[in-house]
């Protein structure tokens, strides 16, 4: 006989069915809720199962609790998105939380604003531990329903932040500006145009901020028709490009405040005759992969897009367990990365 004690074993349904009297089958009908087994037998395999304190193996799955997160952008598919959820979904696996990724589709978004606790209850119910949010607008309704309904909420680089206190993650978005600035500026170049993102998103604004403080801290004139605003995307890249190209005294550079944006302003320039950076140069901002895909290589101003979303599920994981935050916001810093896009304007040494 061994020494010491030994831990109690886990009771089987082989021994269920032999303190009932009943075959493994019978026991296993019952204990899986099936109909089709006399009620004296039921009664006898469940009073089994009691005293020998037997879980069915589904019993001890659902008895370990899962925890959920919700992960929810406005456009799934572009390269920022998919390094902000690559950034959660690790952080998720370290944390032993499951990520449910949604697309927040029109149907979504009119329901969360007509009427935002009963969107915020849906989530709640489906078990969420929280929510993160990803460059969306958000009202101080809907906010507030998260408030009202316990549940909490993290947004990464948010369009607008309507009350001071919600938690958010961001980069360093206005030395960015400035950087990619004051790097077009040692090139030589004085007429730098922007092609930035919606005029109501804080993380774009903080760019032109930047942008506006290069210039004029070397002494250049803010040029009103070479600022420009537009969506983070392709198509509003090459539609700025177009008209700064287009303009009576073009740009020798452009600060495009998205990868995406600067790609369709090089567009732009190739539908021209230009060539990047022969004639125009092109600095971009997020460092996706389109940067290294592009041709040329794109100089960027990189944001840790993994980093943010790794900080945004660690910091909602805290917000769900009661902590209190040193600070409802969080910026990552911004740096430079040059590579090819970018040059001294023609008559340049």
């Known amino acids: 006989m061994p020494n010491g004690s030994s831990a109690p074993r886990r009771a089987t349904l082989a021994m269920v069915a032999d303190a009932a009297g009943v075959s493994p089958p019978t026991a296993s009908k019952v204990l899986n809720g099936r109909g089709d087994v006399a009620a004296a037998t039921r009664a006898k395999v469940e009073q089994a199962a009691r005293e020998l304190g037997y879980t069915s193996p589904a019993g001890r799955r659902a008895a370990v609790a899962t925890r959920i997160v919700d ?162 995307s392709y198509p509003a890249g090459l539609e700025m490009g177009s008209r700064l190209l287009d303009s009576p005294e073009p740009p020798t550079a452009v600060f495009a405040a998205s990868d995406t944006t600067a790609l369709g302003v090089i567009e732009a320039a190739r539908r021209r005759g230009l060539r990047v950076p022969d004639d125009l140069s092109v600095v971009g901002f997020d460092d996706t992969i389109l940067a290294t895909l592009a041709t040329p290589a794109l100089t960027v101003v990189r944001q840790p897009l993994p980093d943010m979303g790794r900080v945004a599920l660690r910091t909602l994981l805290r917000l769900a367990a009661g902590e209190t935050l040193d600070s409802h916001h969080v910026e990552l810093a911004t740096h430079l990365v040059v590579r090819d896009s970018t040059a001294p304007p023609r008559g340049e040494p």
Request: proline content about 4%; some cysteine.
């Open 71 to 232: 992960l929810m952008f406005d456009d799934l598919v572009s390269p920022y998105s998919l390094e902000v959820l690559s950034g959660v979904t690790e952080a998720g696996t370290e944390a032993g939380v499951d990520v449910v990724v949604n697309r927040l589709h029109a149907a979504d978004a009119a329901g969360a604003q007509s009427n935002p606790d009963a969107w915020v209850k849906g989530l709640k119910a489906a078990g969420r531990e929280g929510v993160i949010i990803v460059t969306s607008e958000l009202t101080e309704e809907q906010v507030d329903a998260f408030d009202r309904a316990g549940l909490p909420l993290v947004v990464i680089d948010p369009l607008n932040l309507p009350r001071v206190d919600v938690t958010s993650v961001g980069a360093t978005n206005f030395s960015g500006g400035l950087s990619a600035t004051e790097h077009l500026l040692s090139l030589g170049h004085r007429r730098i145009g922007f092609a930035g993102g919606p005029t109501r998103a804080a993380c774009g604004q903080a760019r032109l901020h930047g942008y506006r403080a290069a210039l004029e801290k070397a002494g250049v004139t803010v040029a009103p028709e070479l600022t420009l605003h537009g969506a983070f």
